[in-house]
């Protein structure tokens, strides 16, 4: 699950979590060719777990992964024992890498937690789910917004209480140390697509603004469709009336019938390409699509 794809030596290469039969999640890799779409190959996991007591000691997923200064930077979700729920995701860890393959933990300790919000002061849960946007300052300096989600949610037979999740920024100019975080958008009750949670907003600049593709679960469907925003700042994000933003709910085909979500969008010369994770949170693989941009 968790596809996040950069174009490398004119290859994709997509990190995404691979889960054991165990169920322990690592963060893996595959790459193909630009234009063979379907001929990937498998290098395994790049990211293990953490040790015992860890916050990635369960769970390795949601990479992130950009260059930051002179080395890669991969941004991941840990998630540790004890517990259930949304509360048991409590960081992002950061991994470093020379080579996109060989990747070193800066520590056991999370770089982000999912503190920081007034509406939400006790609350633990976070997950990535997005990509880093860099935004040039005046004097020429680079500062470093990273999309994730604020896990809200608490173990509840009300969907909307058990998945609540809102999309979040922070801001960075090292890529280590995170201020500055705001919520920039959340569920809407009156749209039942995406009344419990919006996640994994994925953003980019268009020649009239900003664009984005994300996730949203509902009462609707039960569980994740696919939907889009619009923007003229690239932080406050418009989404017109129920309905209008919904791109692609659950498909027809038996792999994605129950649910669609975990976008990720690269551009692919004049068209965008979506990649997307089927039923069970990507038990059932990952998909593409494609799209011509409207801007």
């Not at 569980?223 to 989404?239: K, L, P």
Request: aromatic share 10%; glycine share 12%; hydrophobic share 35%.
């Amino acid at each position: 699950m968790n596809p996040f794809v950069i174009i490398h030596n004119d290859e994709y290469w997509m990190f995404y979590a691979g889960s054991d039969k165990k169920g322990n999640h690592r963060i893996c890799l595959a790459t193909c060719p630009k234009d063979d779409i379907t001929a990937w190959k498998r290098l395994g996991p790049v990211l293990n777990n953490g040790p015992a007591g860890s916050f990635d000691e369960l769970w390795c997923v949601l990479p992130c992964v950009h260059r930051i200064g002179d080395r890669w930077h991969l941004y991941y979700t840990g998630r540790k024992k004890g517990g259930g729920g949304l509360q048991s995701f409590t960081g992002i860890g950061l991994a470093v890498s020379d080579d996109l393959i060989n990747w070193k933990k800066i520590s056991n300790e999370p770089v982000l937690q999912g503190d920081g919000f007034t509406d939400w002061p006790d609350n633990q849960g976070i997950a990535g789910g997005g990509p880093i946007t860099e935004i040039e300052q005046a004097d020429g300096s680079i500062l470093y917004r990273l999309h994730y989600t604020l896990a809200t949610g608490s173990t509840d037979s009300d969907l909307r209480i058990d998945q609540a999740k809102q999309s979040v920024i922070a801001h960075s100019k090292d890529g280590i140390t995170w201020s500055d975080k705001r919520v920039v958008l959340r569920p809407r009750e009156e749209a039942l697509y995406e009344n419990a949670a919006t996640i994994a907003l994925n953003v980019w600049k268009t020649p009239t603004g900003w664009r984005a593709i994300y996730a949203g679960i509902g009462t609707e469907f039960g569980a994740y469709s696919i939907c889009e925003a619009t923007s003229t700042d690239g932080v406050n994000w418009h989404r017109g009336k129920p309905g209008e933003n919904l791109s692609m709910p659950p498909g027809k085909a038996a792999w994605e019938n129950k649910m669609v979500e975990y976008p990720f969008v690269i551009r692919e010369g004049s068209k965008l390409r979506l990649f997307y994770c089927g039923n069970g949170y990507g038990n059932t693989g990952i998909g593409t699509a494609v799209a011509t941009p409207l801007d």
